[in-house]
């Protein structure tokens, strides 16, 4: 009897700290502060709810918080660009860059971080003006010990929890979720659009007391997402193959006889790959590359970076000093692959993501708490110059790549996608985004994808276009 007794309050303990861990992620619609800025010739006034902390058990709360930005008309009855208090989509930006710890964005003061990305206050403002609601999470990231993969998108998956959690409290739709990120932050952004609710994350989301909650969002946008990171090496060696100078993060040169090695091998692989995707083509072809890594793929490739080019010279640029164009009666008729790479330039070393030396961002990203830095690919760690080295859990390396979940049967995929590449972005080759961008063509989704001719690493560049995309999918 004793033990049964035992058991019981036992249970009715565990269930008294579970409601009560659930009532803490209670929005309370009391607490905020009045902020304005004048943007555009007018007034943006908003009620600032901000350093929210969105989980029960928090492990971080310099990170694991939330700012939320409610325009205030939506108080007093009004309308803003044909929302209402209960319409109003959620635009949800991270600032999250190089897979660093990310505070929250802010209306007011905003800064952008170190050249990483994250959304600019006009990003916000516009949002706001536009009638959403903002709401930004900040999460941990890679140099912190809890901060490790896949921290940074259970953190934001929990922010997502508690918009929904508190949805009939809080103005706004958290059924319109639009996550945005840049470069990292893309990839976050991405991650959250692939993955929503998927089992995978479900361990980690108890553990930190989300509220429970459905996880998936209505739409993605994202820039220059740094993704299938297992995969990339090969796509940057297989469009970089020939260029040999180097400028990377202060440093530059010339890649050694090693590093030409390391680049073949890497551009050998690539054609396997790419092949076992099973991608297709708008007219359902299947997407393949030879041996030496020709075919229609590398055709798509190209494809894109005309249309780029196309669109800029609509716009009265002149392109004429680029030898690798050819354009004939204002149409761009051809692109040269190699003549473009040499415009391009290489950024990395091989491989450009899963360094030998262990020491790349994503090799600190896949360490875990008690070890820094791991390699996450085969070939690194086989290559490897470190004197004992380790590979990241697999289920750590599938759980950092969205295209292990787009459109499977356990994860609520995102049916709205807006993915932006610049043309002149060497972080990652542009097989990386065209991959996502074809998976989800081919999956049926509604993807809005382009490489901006000129644009280098950086997101937010076209923010009108980006909302009307946003409005159009929303209403
Ligand atoms: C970022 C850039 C990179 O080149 C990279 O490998 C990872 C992240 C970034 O800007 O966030």
């Not at 008294?16 to 309370?28: G, M, R």
């Not at 360490?367 to 004992?388: C, P």
């Amino acid at each position: 009897m004793n033990n049964i007794l035992k058991a019981f309050f036992g249970l009715l303990m565990f269930f008294c700290v579970k409601l009560n861990a659930q009532n803490h992620l209670t929005f309370d619609i009391s607490k905020y502060e009045i902020q304005n800025q004048e943007f555009e010739g007018k007034t943006i006034k908003v009620r600032a709810f901000e350093r929210i902390v969105y989980i029960a058990n928090p492990t971080d709360i310099v990170q694991q918080i939330i700012n939320i930005y409610i325009p205030e008309e939506y108080f007093i009855g009004g309308i803003l660009n044909g929302y209402t208090a209960t319409t109003a989509p959620i635009f949800f930006p991270n600032k999250v860059g190089g897979y660093m710890p990310a505070q929250p964005a802010t209306f007011l003061n905003n800064p952008q971080r170190g050249g990483m990305g994250g959304p600019s206050n006009n990003a916000i403002s516009t949002a706001l003006a536009r009638g959403f609601i903002v709401a930004s999470a900040g999460v941990r990231g890679r140099t912190s010990q809890l901060g490790k993969a896949p921290a940074g998108i259970v953190d934001l998956k929990a922010a997502v929890r508690y918009l929904k959690f508190n949805d009939k409290t809080m103005p706004g739709d958290a059924n319109k979720i639009i996550s945005n990120g840049t470069s990292a932050g893309g990839a976050m952004s991405t991650l959250l659009g692939a993955t929503g609710n998927h089992p995978d994350y479900e361990p980690y989301l108890k553990e930190l007391g989300a509220a429970n909650e459905s996880d998936d969002i209505f739409a993605v946008s994202a820039y220059c997402p740094i993704i299938n990171l297992e995969n990339a090496d090969m796509a940057y060696e297989w469009q970089l193959n020939k260029i040999h100078n180097y400028s990377f993060r202060g440093k530059e040169g010339t890649l050694n006889d090693m590093a030409l090695k390391v680049s073949m091998d890497l551009k050998n692989a690539f054609p396997n790959y790419l092949n076992s995707l099973n991608l297709k083509d708008s007219k359902g072809k299947k997407l393949v590359l030879d041996s030496d890594g020709n075919g229609n793929f590398k055709e798509l490739v190209i494809s894109y970076l005309i249309a780029s080019a196309q669109k800029s010279l609509n716009s009265s640029e002149d392109l004429s000093k680029f030898s690798f164009l050819k354009i004939q009666n204002g149409k761009v008729s051809s692109l040269d692959f190699d003549g473009y790479m040499i415009y391009l330039e290489r950024m990395k070393t091989p491989p450009a993501f899963d360094a030998l030396d262990n020491k790349s961002f994503e090799n600190n990203l896949f360490g875990n708490a008690s070890i820094d830095n791991r390699h996450f690919t085969d070939y690194s760690l086989k290559n490897s110059i470190e004197s004992n080295p380790l590979k990241a859990d697999q289920l750590q390396v599938k759980m950092m790549n969205p295209m292990n979940y787009i459109g499977t049967k356990s994860a609520n995929t995102s049916k709205y996608w807006g993915v932006r590449h610049g043309a002149k972005d060497r972080d990652t080759g542009f097989a990386v985004p065209i991959i996502l961008a074809t998976t989800l063509q081919n999956k049926g989704f509604n993807i809005d994808f382009a490489l901006p001719w000129s644009k280098p690493h950086s997101g937010d560049y076209d923010l009108k276009e980006l909302f009307d995309w946003v409005d159009k999918i929303c209403k």
